[in-house]
Each structure stands twice: as structure tokens, then as C-alpha cells.
């Protein structure tokens, strides 16, 4: 498996042998695992059903949300973190060209407000009567 950082970030190395003893030592930290990937189990089947199920639009309206709450705002109220359009559309799972003519769609609409390649929203409550 491979990672990107969007953001400067530390990152630290755990020894295999550590994790193995906390987890033969200490039964709150193998609860606490134990919930933490059934969480991230649970989220990715939702992924799963979100992508099979719902429209492009109401993906990329959903992601938008998603970063919002995530990442924040600017002091502008542009979304805190940037991401190219091939990575928008990567995460919803379409072509470039068609996250890009959502995008516009949605700003042409006023939901949303495009800047270059900074992403605002303008009317959440519309927004989230898509997702």
C-alpha cells in the first residue's frame, strides 16, 4: 500500500514486535483497534454502496460537503484544502472532463462558487438536499 500527503505532516515508525506486545498486553488498546477498523470497515462499505448507488452529481456534492467538514473553510470561505480536479474526480469515481462540468453546473446554479481552482459553498442547505 502507498500514501499521499496533501499536507506537510511527521510521520512516525512502530515496530511490528510493539504493536504485537500491546496487543497481547494491554486488551483496552486491542478494543480500541478492534473498533477503530470496524469503523473504517463500516465506512468503506458505505463507500461502496454510495458509488454504486447514487448519481456522479450527488457524489461529487456529497465529497464537496465532505471536504468542507473535514478540512474547514479559508478566512475567504473557500474550502481549506485544494485538490486538482483529476483528484476530485478520482475520488468519486468519474472522468476529469465530467467533474469538471458538474463543478460548473453547480456553479452556474449558485451552490457553489468557483475562484481558479478554489471551491466555496455558497448554499450547503441546497447542496445537501442532493446528497
Same mark, same amino acid.
Given at each position: 500500500? #502507498?500514501?499521499? %500527503?496533501? !499536507?506537510?505532516?511527521?510521520?512516525?515508525?512502530?515496530?511490528?514486535?510493539?504493536?504485537? +506486545? =500491546? =496487543?497481547?498486553?494491554?486488551? $483496552?488498546?486491542?478494543?480500541?483497534?478492534?473498533?477503530?477498523?470496524?469503523?473504517?470497515?463500516?465506512?468503506?462499505?458505505? +463507500?461502496?454502496?454510495?458509488?454504486? $448507488?447514487? @448519481?456522479?452529481? $450527488?457524489?461529487?456534492? !456529497? @465529497? /464537496?460537503?465532505? /471536504?468542507?467538514? *473535514? =478540512? &474547514?473553510?479559508?478566512?475567504? &470561505? #473557500?474550502? +481549506?484544502? $485544494?485538490?486538482?480536479? !483529476? !483528484?476530485? %474526480? &478520482?475520488?468519486? &469515481? @468519474?472522468? @476529469?472532463?465530467?467533474?469538471?462540468?458538474?463543478?460548473?453546473?453547480?456553479?452556474?446554479?449558485?451552490?457553489?462558487?468557483? *475562484?481558479?481552482?478554489?471551491? *466555496?459553498?455558497?448554499?450547503?442547505?441546497?447542496?445537501?438536499?442532493?446528497?
Amino acid at each position: 500500500m #502507498s500514501a499521499v %500527503a496533501l !499536507e506537510d505532516m511527521e510521520v512516525c515508525f512502530i515496530p511490528k514486535s510493539e504493536v504485537i +506486545h =500491546f =496487543f497481547s498486553e494491554n486488551n $483496552q488498546f486491542s478494543m480500541n483497534v478492534m473498533r477503530t477498523i470496524c469503523d473504517d470497515l463500516k465506512d468503506a462499505d458505505d +463507500h461502496m454502496v454510495n458509488m454504486a $448507488q447514487k @448519481t456522479v452529481r $450527488q457524489r461529487l456534492v !456529497e @465529497t /464537496l460537503l465532505y /471536504l468542507e467538514e *473535514t =478540512f &474547514g473553510k479559508n478566512e475567504d &470561505g #473557500s474550502l +481549506h484544502i $485544494q485538490l486538482s480536479r !483529476e !483528484e476530485l %474526480a &478520482g475520488m468519486i &469515481g @468519474t472522468a @476529469t472532463e465530467s467533474c469538471i462540468r458538474l463543478l460548473s453546473d453547480l456553479n452556474k446554479s449558485g451552490y457553489i462558487a468557483l *475562484t481558479g481552482k478554489k471551491i *466555496t459553498i455558497v448554499d450547503k442547505n441546497k447542496l445537501k438536499r442532493f446528497a
